[in-house]
């Protein structure tokens, strides 16, 4: 059995502990029952954001952007398919940078759409510009095992 894992219900915000084996079985969240993984990006901003980077024990990505943004809009569809590919191995979240102008100052958003990919509560990877659910999902890949 491997070390439990610390996971954040993208529902209620609780954090969860399981073991590692278990989040390919559609594991529920111990406050709220709700699905712990559900295939969708999370949209958060502040101390929601915090919690699920710092929390997590998963990989985090996040997708900087904005809702005026053409190559955001283009990319939305293609982060939601990575989603459902990426889960359960790693939380993914957007932020809209129009709404949580704080968190884009803090990390130095200059372009969207970014994706920033956090492991253990740092930045260890980040890619500007849009991209298609293969190359997004190679890319995490890649760079959550080099961190890893």
């Not at 209620?12 to 559609?26: F, T, W, Y």
């Amino acid at each position: 059995m491997s070390d439990p894992l610390h996971i954040v219900c993208p529902h209620c915000d609780a954090v969860n502990r399981m073991a590692g084996e278990r989040l390919a079985d559609n594991p529920v969240c111990g406050k709220c029952t709700q699905e712990l993984f559900t295939g969708k990006p999370l949209d958060v901003a502040g101390t929601r954001f915090d919690k699920h980077v710092a929390r997590n024990d998963i990989p985090v990505l996040v997708d900087f952007w904005a809702p005026w943004c053409g190559p955001c809009r283009a990319m939305a569809p293609a982060y939601q398919q990575a989603a459902g590919r990426l889960e359960p191995q790693i939380r993914l979240l957007k932020v809209d940078t129009e709404a949580a102008q704080d968190l884009a100052a803090r990390f130095g958003i200059r372009s969207i759409p970014t994706l920033a990919l956090f492991q253990g509560g740092r930045e260890v990877a980040r890619q500007a510009g849009a991209m298609d659910a293969g190359s997004l999902v190679a890319w995490v890949q890649s760079h959550a095992r080099a961190a890893a």
